[in-house]
């Protein structure tokens, strides 16, 4: 079974880095990594020694975890009683105990440190982003037909925009179009209050509306409770059509952006958009192993400035974001970051989304986003769909 080979070498992979870092075992907490690294996603604890086969403590559903898992499940309705079994498997108790601090809450950070009191607690979501940023046979395969499955859904689009439509009633078709399509209805994302329901469908000027999320874009939204995606404005002829969205396929998460317009789109957002595909096809002739992913960030400023559009790349002003691309995977914002200051070098296996966007205040958005599969050469494209403007008939 492709999953629990891949399980294997992922648990290796982990145990590599305990032991290049003289630490004893790693409590896996947060469910993303749960999944990731046992196959399952119920009411779970991961330990996984630097040495022999890792223990799920599992509250619920015993059942499910059972089917899903292929370690060694052991029914704990009291995490408290963790350290315990440990010992009554044959393992000592850890010296030095890995925890992911990047997503953990301080509570229950104190409630493990309460439960190992002679252990030192280590930082392991670095190891572990390490892992999940290279991606396996297995969550290639699954991502490609992610790639596909987006390409279908956005084909038929042209047909769901219609002037004298609200931007939520369109969403709404394009989320149904996405469902039939088996798209799990969630995107997950690590960063702390990052949060992100199927995509952004704006238009017009509404488009270049900021908000509180790390992206380029976010629109008004329906209200300050949720300040991001579709509103009630109503498509009208001559608007840009943004549609930024995330299909979720099988867990895994691809990121798509294209551009449609309803009759004929402005000059200087014609230009703008020449001016993304530039800089996403001289990205995508630069990246490959090796390459520093800080140098595809400076490579697309440059192309921007001589474009003059420096002030409209990746937002607009102070609310412009200081990044290009990310990478995608299990979830919607894990390594590479395409940004200034990362200065590691790019990897075959990894996945990522290059998104090249410019904001003309007054006018709306013009940009692209596909996501791309370093390989040893160079990039595959995985999101499949042609590039171009989408045309919106007016009848």
């Known amino acids: ?96 105990l890995g925890l992911e601090f990047d997503v953990i809450p301080v509570t229950l950070y104190h409630s493990v440190q309460r439960l190992f009191p002679d252990s030192t607690l280590l930082d392991a979501s670095g190891w572990i982003g390490d892992l999940r940023a290279i991606k396996t046979p297995y969550e290639i395969a699954i991502i490609k037909a992610a790639g596909k499955k987006m390409a279908d859904v956005f084909k038929v689009l042209p047909e769901l925009i219609k002037p004298g439509l609200s931007e939520l009633e369109i969403a709404a078709r394009v989320e149904k179009e996405l469902r039939d399509h088996e798209h799990m209805g969630l995107s997950r994302m690590r960063g702390f209050n990052q949060e992100f329901f199927y995509g952004h469908f704006l238009s017009g000027s509404n488009a270049c509306m ?99 559009l420096s002030h409209n790349f990746m937002g607009y002003g102070a609310e412009r974001v200081r990044f290009v691309g990310h990478g995608v995977g299990l979830e919607l914002d894990e390594r590479p970051v395409i940004a200034p200051g990362f200065n590691t070098p790019l990897e075959a296996g990894m996945v990522i989304a290059l998104e090249p966007k410019f904001v003309l205040p007054g006018l709306g958005i013009a940009g692209i986003e596909n996501t791309w599969l370093l390989t040893p050469t160079g990039v595959e494209k995985i999101t499949v769909l042609p590039d171009e403007i989408g045309a919106i008939p007016l009848a």
């Open 1 to 96: 079974m492709a999953l629990k080979e891949d399980l294997y070498r992922r648990i290796k992979g982990l145990q590599d880095k305990m032991l290049a870092h003289d630490c004893d075992a790693v409590l896996i907490l947060q469910n993303v990594d749960l999944y990731y690294f046992s196959g399952t996603m119920q009411n779970a604890r991961l330990y996984v020694p630097a040495e022999g086969e890792p223990l799920l403590f599992c509250r619920k559903s015993l059942t499910r975890a059972a089917n899903e898992c292929p370690w060694n499940i052991i029914p704990s309705q009291n995490y408290k009683y963790i350290p315990d079994h440990i010992k009554e498997m044959g393992y000592p108790s850890p010296a030095r």
């Open 210 to 308: 900021a908000s509180f999320n790390d992206g380029v874009t976010a629109g008004m939204g329906m209200g300050a409770f949720y300040p991001q995606g579709p509103g009630n404005r109503v498509i009208q002829i001559g608007d840009p059509v943004y549609l930024d969205y995330v299909g979720v396929f099988e867990g895994y998460n691809v990121d798509q952006t294209r551009l449609y317009v309803v009759g004929d789109l402005a000059h200087r957002l014609k230009y703008a958009f020449q001016v993304a595909l530039e800089i996403q096809e001289t990205l995508v002739t630069l990246a490959k192993p090796g390459v520093m992913a800080s140098e595809l960030y400076d490579t697309a400023v440059s192309i921007a400035e001589k474009a003059g």
